[in-house]
């Protein structure tokens, strides 16, 4: 992106100004105005930071850089990896990846936010953090949530659950 004309419109816009004060304001303004080159410059790259910034926030997880070639800048865009097509529980239980009894381990990372409301809300199921994710994962997915006895039995109306003393 050449930056050079909105430099050398600024320079002409300071110029004309000047003129309204006489000859003498003019000529101060076309003296200072080479020297406010790397200035105007300068705030113009800081403004299409900010921009930048702006649009990968709203870009997330693709991005949006500027870079400097030369005296002026290029955008780099990134954008982000493509999601592969969710898999329905049809087509799951076709590959014969619904509870097969075994646990797969993953890493999840969520908003510092949400840590509270997740806790709340597995408390109030009385559940712990982990079944209560199984079970919300199993509902976006459409799957019946409630735990089964011995992990691959189908779910009856013969299941209990609650304190005893």
Same mark, same amino acid.
Do not use: C
């Given at each position: 992106?050449?930056?050079?004309?909105?430099?050398?419109? &600024?320079? =002409?816009?300071?110029?004309?100004? /000047?003129?309204?004060?006489?000859?003498? %304001? +003019? @000529?101060?303004? *076309?003296?200072?105005?080479?020297?406010?080159?790397?200035?105007?410059?300068?705030?113009?790259?800081?403004?299409?930071?900010?921009?930048?910034?702006?649009?990968?926030?709203?870009?997330?997880?693709?991005?949006?850089?500027?870079?400097?070639?030369?005296?002026?800048?290029?955008?780099? &865009?990134? =954008?982000?990896?493509?999601?592969? /097509?969710?898999?329905?529980?049809?087509? %799951? +239980? @076709?590959?014969? *990846?619904?509870?097969?009894?075994?646990?797969?381990?993953?890493?999840?990372?969520?908003?510092?936010?949400?840590?509270?409301?997740?806790?709340?809300?597995?408390?109030?199921?009385?559940?712990?953090?982990?079944?209560?994710?199984?079970?919300?994962?199993?509902?976006?997915?459409?799957?019946?949530?409630?735990?089964?006895?011995?992990?691959?039995?189908?779910?009856?109306?013969?299941?209990?659950?609650?304190?005893?003393?």
């Amino acid at each position: 992106m050449d930056l050079q004309p909105y430099v050398d419109s &600024v320079r =002409h816009e300071l110029n004309v100004a /000047a003129e309204a004060g006489g000859a003498d %304001a +003019a @000529a101060l303004a *076309d003296r200072l105005s080479a020297p406010l080159d790397s200035a105007f410059r300068l705030a113009l790259l800081e403004a299409l930071s900010e921009a930048a910034e702006e649009i990968t926030r709203e870009l997330a997880p693709g991005s949006v850089d500027v870079r400097l070639r030369g005296r002026d800048p290029a955008f780099v &865009v990134t =954008h982000a990896p493509e999601e592969p /097509a969710p898999v329905t529980m049809s087509e %799951a +239980a @076709a590959a014969g *990846d619904v509870d097969d009894g075994g646990t797969w381990r993953v890493t999840l990372r969520l908003p510092e936010g949400l840590r509270t409301a997740v806790d709340a809300a597995a408390r109030g199921a009385g559940l712990s953090v982990n079944a209560w994710l199984v079970r919300a994962v199993n509902g976006a997915l459409g799957v019946d949530a409630r735990p089964t006895r011995g992990g691959s039995q189908p779910n009856s109306d013969k299941n209990f659950s609650g304190w005893v003393r």
